[in-house]
């Protein structure tokens, strides 16, 4: 069966850099958008961006452009978040998700999920 498993999260100041790595297996990923989205605590699960696995391109949220980046690994079939700059605000559970038919980076276009990473920025 699909499965993707979240990994990179932890502790770290503000203005650091963290990157957070999602392991995917069970099918092939090669026709998958993959995203990112996270829920901050009190909040609603937000997207933070996405990479098309087959042509690598992405697009992300205003609140994160030119301080994350996304990529992946063919070879691994990983896909990771490079998150730099780091802000208190960034603090939530990261978690990884695959649609084949994403149109729209809406949680419903997405039907795997993982179970979620902790990423805490002190101020």
């Known amino acids: 069966q699909v499965q993707l498993v979240e990994s990179g999260g932890g502790l770290v100041q503000a203005g650091g850099s963290l990157r957070l790595s999602c392991a995917a297996s069970?099918?092939?990923?090669?026709?998958?958008?993959m995203a990112w989205f996270r829920q901050a605590p009190g909040k609603e699960r937000e997207f933070v961006g996405w990479?098309?696995?087959?042509?690598?391109?992405?697009a992300y949220a205003d609140s994160v452009k030119g301080r994350f980046a996304i990529s992946r690994d063919n070879a691994k079939n990983t896909v990771y978040l490079q998150m730099n700059s780091l802000k208190a605000e960034d603090t939530a559970v990261y978690y990884c998700?695959?649609?084949?038919?994403?149109?729209?980076?809406?949680?419903?276009?997405?039907?795997?999920w993982g179970q979620g990473t902790q990423v805490t920025v002190s101020s």
């Open positions: 990479i098309w696995w087959s042509s690598g391109s992405t």
């Open positions: 069970g099918r092939s990923f090669s026709s998958y958008a």
């Open positions: 998700a695959a649609g084949a038919s994403a149109v729209t980076p809406t949680e419903r276009n997405f039907p795997f």
